[in-house]
């Protein structure tokens, strides 16, 4: 099965570029959310930096974001192109075929933020130098790290799902941009409720703000949290891989 999952982790590489366009366009693809996140962001926080939140929103956008770029192709893009039934006629089995296309796509956007996590610590360090190494405290550097796998997992696992019936890879991004930007639209709209209500309103905002971070900021808080993410995670794949059926895909 490993061996199987990585022949096609393996053809998803090799169509990373062709997805992309080339090369250059790969490049310029990155480019932005590499100097902006990664170098200038950090270079204008300075030393708080390595201390401050702003390297897990990094965490959780740039994951999203290439993932949600790239996890539409997985099925409508082997429909567009014609590729899927020679695809699924192959010896490779389902959950290969279903795992090899995540995993590639998870790689791809945690592999890029790990990058740019390292790129804001080494801009930092070049920038505002006094002497030491500075390094992200251990919550922030763990949580940076773990907030980008099950951020990557999400948006894979869900647009996956989305991808399998979908007829085009433009239906299949429309649909999962609506399903990712569906909790912030739904939180924009009761943050603003408050702030419409006039000073009491903002007054209440602001404390049942700092009482959700105060919860939140609890370590088992986010035990549970990360709890719930994970499951969320697994069963997303885990639904995926029933709406996986192999003649029905070639029918389609």
């Excluded at 893009?77 to 389902?94: F, K, Q």
């Excluded at 740019?116 to 930092?124: F, H, K, P, W, Y």
């Excluded at 499951?231 to 885990?238: E, K, R, T």
Aim: proline share 4%; net charge positive.
């Amino acid at each position: 099965m490993i061996a199987d999952i990585l022949t096609v982790m393996w053809k998803e590489r090799k169509g990373l570029l062709r997805h992309q366009g080339s090369l250059r366009t790969t490049v310029f693809t990155l480019f932005t959310p590499v100097v902006m996140l990664g170098i200038f962001l950090p270079w204008q926080e300075g030393r708080e930096w390595v201390s401050s939140p702003l390297p897990l929103m990094v965490s959780g956008l740039i994951p999203a974001l290439l993932v949600g770029m790239r996890i539409p192709d997985s099925f409508a893009g082997e429909r567009e192109r014609h590729t899927l039934a020679t695809l699924l006629a192959s010896r490779l089995p389902d959950r290969a075929i279903l795992l090899g296309k995540v995993a590639m796509a998870v790689c791809w956007g945690w592999g890029v933020t790990l990058a740019v996590l390292l790129l804001g610590l080494v801009t930092v360090n070049v920038a505002h130098w006094e002497g030491r190494v500075l390094l992200y405290s251990p919550t922030i550097g763990l949580a940076g790290v773990g907030l980008g796998l099950l951020a990557a997992l999400f948006v894979a696992g869900l647009g996956v799902l989305i991808s399998l019936r979908s007829a085009t890879v433009q239906g299949a991004a429309q649909t999962l941009i609506f399903a990712v930007l569906a909790g912030p639209m739904l939180l924009s709209l009761i943050l603003g409720s408050f702030i419409l209500a006039g000073p009491d309103g903002k007054e209440r905002l602001g404390k049942l703000l700092v009482k959700l971070v105060v919860t939140l900021g609890s370590t088992q808080s986010m035990i549970i949290i990360t709890a719930v993410v994970v499951l969320i995670d697994l069963g997303l794949l885990a639904v995926a891989m029933a709406r996986f059926q192999r003649a029905r895909l070639i029918l389609d």
